[in-house]
Structure formats: C-alpha cells, structure tokens
C-alpha cells in the first residue's frame, strides 16, 4: 500500500518525469520542477497538516524522519504541546471547533452540532479549502474510500453547515486538486490538508510520512506568502499526557514553518490544539472559539517574529 500511495503522490505533483497516466487512476496535476519556480503569492496563508497517532518522542530525533526533524530545527518546535484527548476525531473536531462537541469516538455516522473555524471564516469573507488524499470527490459522505480517505479524519465533513451545503462542502476537495491550486496561485487562506491512512502514519511508518512530506510540504512553503504559516501537528499521542487543563491526549510534536514563524526557536511552554486554534483565529482577526478562548488555554504567539498574531494573514 505505501508504495502505490506515494507513488499516486508524486504523480499528482508532477514530481515523476517520464511516467504515463496509465500507471495511476489520479489525473496528473503538473508542478514546476523546483518549488522555487512557484509564483511568489501577495497573500499570506494559514496551513495546517494534521498527521496521526505518535508521542513527540517517537518522531523527534527519529532518523527515519529527517525531512521533518529537519523543518523542526528550521522552523519552531513546540517541546510542550499536547493532544485534546483519544481517540483521533474528538480531536479533529477541537482542532476547528475548540471542544469536541460530545463526540467520544471514532464515530461515523454522528453529528457535531455548534460554530467552527469554517462558520467563522465565512462570515468574514474569507476563504477556505481542506484537501482530503484519497477523497472520491467534493462533498462526499462516504466512511471511507480505496484511496485511504477516513471520514474520522475530515472534521468538516461531521458538520451539517458544511456537508449539506453544496458551497460549503465543495471547499473539502481531493489532495490532487491542491497541486493547480499552487501551481495557479489559487490558495485560499486557510487550508487543511489530512493525508490519508497511509501516509498519515495511522497505517504505515515514520518513514513513509517523511517521504510524503518531504515531497509535499517544499511546495507548500513556497505558496505561503509573505506572512505565512505552515502548521505541522499530530492528532493524538499514545500516552495520557496532559497539560492547560483540558488537554490529556498525549505530547505531540507541533512543528510550525514559513515566513512568520521565529527560525530555530523552541516553545517550551506548555499548549494545546486549543492553542493552535487561538492562534490561526487571531491571526485572521476571528473571535476565540470554546476552548481556544478559555483563559486555561496557553498562547503560541511566542513563535512568531516580532508583531503578535492579531490580524497577522490579513496584512498585504
């Protein structure tokens, strides 16, 4: 499986020359062959890539990871910063609403009911778009797909605001598209990007994820603009390891990138997914949902450059 998977990936980047479309059912999407050819965006952007199921001891300093040990040296690395709690949805759920909503499992079939980041950025006028690896297609409701696609790692797809709007849910899109979106400077502000079983790390190794990472992640850099932020984090860690009060869900690595982020700095404070949240909403200007509001919930600023958060991405 991991190797058909990143395969498909390289294929969809165009990072393949030579291969026909017949060795993969994904249409190719042609990047330049260097990232550093990617037209420089005027806007900034907020990304944020959720990966799955590790202790920040099982990825930092792990050698079979050194594109992304590599980014956390570079970048900021959050040495303190917990999971919500276990198992993985109850987290992607925080992640956009600042609680899980009731939501205890893995569920399918449930419902979150309540405001998200998405409520949010909408009724601000500014865009959105979560890239799902293996989705069949836009506003799909199915559990899972051949590709790896889980629906317990697309929160935006638990809310009905979202998956019964059609202008809603056309925004949760397969990875595939984000290559012509960079390619065409198309990116929206916010972006979520879940890789699928596979390359997430849920059904395979460190190394596969690094490798798929290693592969995306420079792309995604370059498309950041002037005042961006690429947020690199893991859903949950295998331990019960808390902090801030309502987080028990394990020390995960939090690595963030891009131009806004302090080069080399290390936070070593405590925070959580609530933190990450505060911080993406401050830097789009947004109020503090749940959670992420809660005065128990530390702040990332410090892993800024000189200027705070507030209204950071809506700055040209």
């Not at 499986?1 to 165009?14: I, P, Q, S, Y």
């Not at 917990?82 to 992640?95: D, E, F, G, V």
């Not at 205890?104 to 419902?111: L, P």
């Not at 925004?171 to 390619?183: H, I």
Request: proline share 7%; charged share 20%.
């Amino acid at each position: 499986m991991r190797r058909v998977t990143f395969f498909a990936m390289l294929l969809a980047l165009g990072l393949l020359a030579g291969c026909g479309s017949s060795a993969s059912p994904v249409e190719p999407l042609t990047l330049p062959d260097s990232p550093a050819k990617i037209s420089r965006s005027k806007r900034s952007h907020f990304v944020v890539i959720v990966l799955e199921n590790r202790e920040a001891s099982e990825v930092i300093g792990d050698r079979s990871m050194p594109y992304v040990n590599a980014l956390a040296r570079k970048g900021v690395l959050a040495t303190s910063y917990r999971a919500i709690t276990h198992p993985s949805l109850p987290n992607y759920i925080s992640l956009i609403a600042g609680d899980p909503l009731g939501i205890s499992s893995d569920c399918t079939e449930c419902e979150a009911h309540g405001t998200t980041l998405v409520d949010q950025l909408q009724a601000a006028h500014i865009g959105w778009r979560a890239y799902m690896e293996g989705l069949p297609s836009p506003c799909y409701t199915g559990a899972s797909s051949a590709g790896g696609y889980a629906k317990k790692h697309d929160p935006f797809m638990y809310f009905s605001q979202i998956a019964s709007s059609p202008a809603a849910c056309r925004n949760v899109v397969p990875l595939t598209e984000l290559a012509g979106d960079l390619r065409h400077d198309r990116l929206a502000p916010f972006v979520w990007i879940s890789p699928n079983l596979c390359d997430d790390g849920h059904d395979c190794s460190n190394e596969t994820v690094d490798h798929f990472l290693s592969h995306l992640v420079p792309y995604v850099l370059a498309g950041l603009g002037p005042h961006g932020v690429l947020a690199l984090v893991w859903d949950e860690g295998t331990s019960n390891s808390g902090c801030c009060s309502r987080a028990s869900g394990g020390r995960v690595p939090l690595i963030l990138a891009g131009p806004a982020v302090r080069p080399g700095y290390r936070l070593t404070s405590p925070a959580d997914h609530y933190s990450l949240l505060r911080l993406i909403e401050d830097s789009f200007g947004l109020a503090r949902l749940r959670g992420a509001g809660c005065g128990c919930t530390p702040s990332l600023d410090r892993a800024l450059r000189a200027g705070g958060t507030r209204r950071l991405l809506l700055r040209r």
